[in-house]
């Protein structure tokens, strides 16, 4: 299996500065959010998208200063077919899985995302041209992309170098970090509007519970586009089977069976890409700092 090094040279610096980044748009779009959400919807699109490209801009800028180039993080070009081929078989097996247990119990089925996404797209891209295109390009292009680039490809990255090499003890360390900050980062936006402190720490769960899984898939693949489109899917589910009205055996039996399928994609993938010129081993270390973590 071939074996990348990635030599991050910023020291703890950077780490500051991706902590002020976001709270800077923290602070300036979770009011801002709050204000246009009774604005016509494109203001909202827009907001959304300007907000993702400051993020990923701060992410370039700190990279450039750790001298770590983008594709090095897993968003090389020989790294995306891969990612797309891998994601349709994924999408096609749960779809089948579906299906088949739909057929197999009785239970209706037929063409839909995730229960709650009809309100949501209506609400936020009604009154756009195909709002359910533009609801799942922003997930997959802008929103999963930059979140994955930005936590799994960069934080995560650069606090397993900080902390001197890629033991299993290490890597574990800098999921977890990596997603208590995820999670925490989805409190203010809950605060404003209106949820109590039981409310903001729901709010924080879910996305650090996620935040742990899309973290073993990074370490197990490091191809960020399979993980942004993987975060795609778990914010839009778009497959041709809606199992969310089903109950007793039959859900049980979809969710195992998802899960089995997550594992068995993201394992073949990691066995593909071990041959020669493909990822996945990597090796992170920091030499602009030593100290508390060394």
């Known amino acids: 299996m071939r074996q990348n090094k990635i030599i991050f040279r910023g020291g703890v610096r950077t780490i500051l500065g991706f902590a002020v980044a976001f709270a800077v748009v923290t602070a300036v779009w979770v009011p801002l959010t709050a204000a246009v959400s009774d604005a016509p919807a494109w203001i909202g699109l827009v907001s959304e998208i300007a907000k993702f490209a400051v993020l990923g801009a701060a992410v ?40 088949g247990l739909a057929v197999v119990v009785g239970n209706q089925w037929d063409i839909s995302l995730i229960w709650y996404l009809p309100e949501v797209v209506t ?48 890597v574990a360390f800098g999921i977890l970090l990596t997603s ?16 109590g402190v039981e409310g903001a720490l729901g709010a924080a769960a879910l996305p650090a519970i996620t935040a742990v899984l899309f973290g073993v898939l990074y370490e197990l693949t490091h191809n960020l586009y399979l993980v942004a489109l993987f975060h795609g899917l778990g914010n839009t589910w778009p497959l041709v089977i809606d199992w969310t009205s089903w109950a007793g055996t039959a859900l049980v039996a979809f969710w195992v ?38």
């Open 60 to 99: 370039l800028v700190l990279l450039h200063i750790d001298n770590v180039s983008v594709p090095e993080l897993g968003l090389s070009r020989r790294q995306f077919v891969p990612a797309v081929f891998t994601f349709g078989v994924l999408w096609v097996a749960l779809n089948v899985l579906g299906i």
């Open 123 to 170: 609400r936020e891209f009604g009154t756009l041209p195909t709002p359910w295109l533009i609801f799942v390009l922003l997930n997959f292009l802008v929103i999963g992309l930059v979140e994955e680039a930005a936590f799994r490809g960069y934080f995560q990255s650069k606090m397993i170098a900080l902390l001197g090499d890629d033991t299993r003890l290490h």
């Open 180 to 195: 208590v900050v995820f999670g925490a980062l989805h409190t203010p936006g809950a605060l404003v509007a209106g949820a």
């Open 257 to 294: 069976g998802a899960a089995c399928i997550y594992i068995g994609v993201t394992l073949g993938y990691r066995y593909w890409a071990s041959g020669p010129d493909r990822t996945p081993n990597v090796e992170r270390v920091e030499v602009g700092y030593s100290g508390i973590f060394e």
